[in-house]
């Protein structure tokens, strides 16, 4: 361990320290088309497709709590988690890697119980394991799942390309998967100790969303059929918030959005109200929801209109514009990023 | 957990352990080609090169120990150990993913060290980083890096070719990195708590060898110079006898090697020699040497036995006859492995 100068990581944020841990980082192969900073990287073969390739690592304690978090579902979402970043890129995700580190505490058959949801998910969305690594460690358990994908040579989208005057989409809606876990982590301490059942009725819906996450396969699709090409995309894995600070940072461009156009599940409101929270703030600051958000240019308006599961929620303005949020009552708000930084945590 | 069956881990072993997670695992997409079971996945997009990947998790405590592995050589040895695996498969590594799981006891400096080996590697052998995820852990570090490479269509060399009569061939030497970490772990406990330096002189070979282990990116080079294509290879990080089983069990023969022909360098003998172990089971059983293991046709003799930095130690004989080890004095001892198994520890 360095003992001459300390700074610690939480001073930089997770943003911050990734950026200072990559500065330097340049391509130096052909075949690396776009490196790290986005959803994925984009990787390109002589003629053929473009192929993507995306990672993440799980920790546990810090990404999932096991007393509530059944280990089939960890498995199936860590695999959403991954393959909802191929999909960002409008791409089609192929094949995944599955590395685990586990723990003594762990028998053959949770393990295949973890197993059985990665298949699960893998046979959802046609995915194919092709490889991993498992090894032990020396408490809890990490999991690192890495996906590649492909998209026709020219067709992935970055998180770079929004301009002003594109709508600004979001699929789905937001806060639900965020509003799961606060509903768990309540009743994890209400029944703690105790012989009491954990209270889930009519709050199905929020729990499904931060237990059996879905990524947005059809939408990808419904915009390829539909001939919409988004300037920019990414999945909301931290946040909205944080996810269109990304895409304004790397596209060099602002944003409005509309509060009242944020779509919100009543699940959530409801969760929200009784845990004295602002829905709005959840929305935007709550994260694992794996719903696309996606910039389009305007001429596609009645095109995204129309689709099932697509709200348009704002535009992009002129990057002097910064980043805002505009208030039912006509308020400008500054967006901060509110994501979900494990991180600091 | 799962309370009805616990079946421990430990009484499969990794290999029976991998093989029962992923029995079931059959590739459904045209673009893989080879999944589960070797160094690396084999991909094929379009009619371009085979793209392979191949991924390893290192937890702190099981696959180092920072009390004397410096934090750049250990990422260093993270990029050679995954890029190993592209190599033996007769490719190219081109790009690498990294994902880290961080504990609080590490500073920003501690990570950029890390990163610095992890960079310095890449540098050496032209690869390309291009994403990662980088999080917090609750305690001590997790390193997961993913390779990509490629190989020309068709040239990728899996562990499943080795014929009959193919000649045995190993690159380098072994049992080094093995006895470098039985050194350090002997000054770690020899100068704990005490004002001592560790004595390691005369043992500067077997400390690289575990400290900044390199991989045989020249051999590949070589053989194609040479025209000699393996009929199975991969590279040795769990110990000759482990990695020797799977290419016979994946290639349904049996081998002999000989005892006399293992290559061993001479600060191995001697540190062999002063801890009282067997020199050769060390060379049979000591991993993450990352040399080569591979076959080839007995028509290239000449031009193995030629090459610098390969030695023929076998040959490859009919399943019926099973895996053996001819000693000094021709006695045939059956081959075990003693591979180095993290899972077991």
Not at 82 to 90: E, H, K, R, T, V
Not at 193 to 202: E, I, R, Y
Request: with cysteine; aromatic share 6%; net charge negative.
């Amino acid at each position: 361990m360095n003992t001459t100068k300390r700074t610690e990581i939480s001073s930089l944020g997770e943003f911050g320290f990734i950026e200072r841990l990559t500065k330097d980082i340049k391509p130096i192969n052909k075949e690396t088309i776009k490196g790290v900073g986005d959803d994925a990287a984009i990787l390109q073969f002589d003629d053929s497709d473009e192929v993507l390739i995306s990672t993440d690592l799980f920790m546990e304690g810090v990404h999932f709590d096991l007393t509530y978090f059944p280990l089939k579902h960890l498995g199936y979402k860590a695999v959403i988690a991954n393959i909802s970043d191929i999909y960002a890129m409008n791409g089609t995700p192929k094949q995944i890697t599955v590395s685990l580190g586990i723990s003594r505490k762990f028998c053959i058959e949770d393990v295949e119980e973890l197993y059985s949801g990665i298949i699960l998910a893998c046979e959802q969305y046609g995915v194919d394991i092709v490889g991993g690594d498992t090894t032990s460690s020396l408490t809890g358990l990490a999991i690192s799942i890495t996906a590649t994908g492909t998209a026709p040579k020219g067709t992935s989208v970055k998180r770079s390309g929004a301009k002003e005057t594109d709508l600004i989409c979001v699929t789905g809606n937001l806060g639900a998967a965020y509003m799961g876990l606060q509903l768990l982590e309540r009743e994890k301490i209400a029944t703690a100790d105790k012989d009491m059942q954990p209270d889930f009725s009519g709050k199905e819906y929020i729990l499904e969303r931060q237990l059996k996450p879905e990524a947005r396969k059809e939408i990808i699709e419904k915009l390829r059929n539909e001939n919409v090409k988004p300037t920019a995309m990414m999945d909301i894995s931290d946040g909205l918030a944080s996810e269109l600070m990304h895409i304004c940072k790397q596209s060099g461009v602002g944003c409005r959005i509309y509060e009242e156009r944020i779509p919100i599940d009543y699940q959530t409101a409801i969760m929200a109200e009784e845990l004295n929270l602002n829905v709005i703030t959840c929305a935007l600051g709550g994260g694992e929801d794996y719903e696309l958000l996606f910039t389009v240019p305007i001429a596609d308006h009645e095109k995204v209109a129309a689709m099932k599961d697509v709200r348009v929620i704002g535009h992009i303005v002129s990057d002097t514009m910064g980043l805002a949020l505009i208030t039912r009552d006509g308020v400008e708000m500054q967006l901060k990023a509110q994501g979900w930084t494990p991180l600091e945590k």
